[in-house]
């Protein structure tokens, strides 16, 4: 945008030439008051020569690439979904044989032996340090309970990496409006700048004029008066952009040690899909993590019954154990082994099977409103997000028209003052509209970007790197 362009060229910055003055705006004034006032400025300006320190410029691009690589909410997101995919291993666990190991030692008192007629040697039944040890196993053959709790499992697995993505996404949309907030925080600060130093003209004109008699003291304390204002505008300005940038190095986890570049009209573009209404939704109720999570909680609930049913069905294991020990005893065998089979089925657990039912149940028809609330929810979403899209962009084509109205009454006054035909007040009056107009095509510029981004993520579409935690179906 020309914004500091249109100002400077339109902006009366000083006297016209058939006006005495002085030759240089360092003559010293009658009076002092006034000169303190415009040569000891609130706001110190780069003097001429001088080269400020240029940061480096951060791109809206570079912004979204780097919060996905080192953002601390999005780490924390991965780190969830990282757990998540475990659920299916726990729930495979319950089908996976199982073997414990155990051991024992004891000291006794004292040893007991037992001498049989004939036996050579008296057989050992109790040592003083007796050991022993064991190993058991078990093999899961029939467990109907086991088999919608793998496939909740999965179902789990599923809905975390949806949760994660559209964290990711939000993550994503917060740097963007972030970046374009801070981007025109810096435009804006950028003009109150130069409005800064248009108005510490009009003082040096003013001064000027009132030296020689041409304007009356009223003028003088007008031009003051808005140089004081505009010091405080870029003050104000100033510090706001600089909490922009901050807030942006937090979602970044980076120093603020950056410039943020003015985006181009065409960093946000419109997705096709927004055009049509009823297509909006359609897309966004089809591509949006959130709704597929929705959805698949509700079949996530449903598997819950079934494991709660799957309970009545009796359950067969495979067993197995070994053990050993340093006294044979009187079977004379140190060690031995068991196989079988074990079935157990509950036959009556005093209710908590049918209150199991009845929950999951519940469960179901609270997952299903739940469904129909975020498919709701999202309509509204993308209703608003139109809505306010066609707003900001009736508002920008306004904003712009008044920069024009405002550019040409501008250059008029300017004529008109030259002439002799306009007061000094006049003038003032018509250029400060200039500047709230232009300030108000930012403002609207900023909003038109905005709400493009918030339709753009109310349908789904926003997805910027195409780094999909987990596919949304």
Do not use: C
């Not at 600089?242 to 937090?250: C, D, I, P, Q, V």
Request: proline share 5%.
């Amino acid at each position: 945008m020309l914004l500091h362009a249109l100002i400077t060229s339109v902006l009366l910055t000083q006297a016209p030439t058939s006006q005495p003055a002085p030759a240089t705006t360092d003559t010293p004034m009658r009076d002092t008051a006034s000169q303190a006032a415009s040569s000891d400025s609130a706001v110190p300006m780069p003097a001429p020569g001088t080269k400020a320190t240029a940061l480096p410029l951060l791109t809206l691009d570079e912004a979204i690439a780097l919060a996905e690589k080192q953002s601390p909410s999005l780490d924390a997101a991965r780190a969830r979904l990282q757990q998540s995919k475990e659920l299916g291993n726990k729930a495979w666990s319950g089908y996976l044989p199982s073997v414990t190991a155990s051991g024992s030692y004891i000291r006794n008192p004292q040893e007991l032996t037992f001498a049989l007629p004939g036996a050579p040697d008296p057989i050992t039944l109790q040592k003083r340090d007796q050991l022993s040890g064991q190993i058991s196993a078990r093999q899961a053959l029939i467990v109907p309970t086991l088999w919608p709790a793998i496939k909740n499992a999965y179902l789990g697995e599923k809905v975390a990496g949806l949760t994660a993505e559209n964290s990711r996404r939000e993550i994503l949309f917060s740097v963007a409006q972030a970046y374009l907030g801070a981007a025109s925080l810096r435009e804006a600060m950028a003009v109150q700048e130069q409005l800064l130093e248009v108005r510490r003209g009009f003082e040096r004109d003013a001064q000027n004029r009132f030296e020689v008699g041409d304007v009356e003291r009223l003028a003088l304390l007008r031009a003051t008066l808005d140089r004081k204002q505009a010091e405080q505008e870029v003050v104000r300005s100033r510090n706001a952009y600089a909490t922009a940038k901050s807030s942006l190095a937090a979602l970044l986890a980076r120093p603020v040690d950056f410039d943020v570049a003015p985006p181009k009209q065409t960093a946000v573009s419109l997705p096709a899909e927004t055009g049509d209404a009823a297509s909006a939704e359609k897309t966004a109720l089809d591509r949006r993590p959130d709704a597929s999570a929705a959805r698949l909680n509700v079949d996530l609930a449903r598997g819950g019954r079934k494991q709660v049913v799957m309970e009545y069905l009796p359950s067969l294991h495979a067993t197995g154990n070994v053990s050993t020990s340093n006294t044979a005893g009187l079977t004379g065998v140190a060690s031995t082994w068991t196989a079988g089979l074990a079935l157990s089925w509950n036959l009556f657990d005093g209710g908590l099977r049918e209150a199991n039912l009845r929950e999951s149940s519940g469960k179901i028809a609270e997952a299903n409103a739940n469904l129909r609330g975020t498919e709701e929810k999202i309509r509204d979403e993308v209703r608003k997000a139109r809505s306010e899209l066609e707003s900001s962009e009736v508002n920008l084509s306004t904003a712009e028209e008044r920069v024009k109205l405002a550019w040409e009454s501008a250059r008029l006054a300017k004529q008109s003052f030259d002439a002799g035909a306009s007061t000094y007040l006049q003038v003032t009056d018509v250029n400060a509209t200039l500047a709230s107009a232009q300030m108000s095509a930012v403002t609207e510029a900023l909003n038109v970007q905005l709400s493009r981004l918030a339709l753009a993520r109310a349908t789904g579409l926003f997805d910027p790197t195409g780094n999909a935690l987990a596919p949304v179906q």
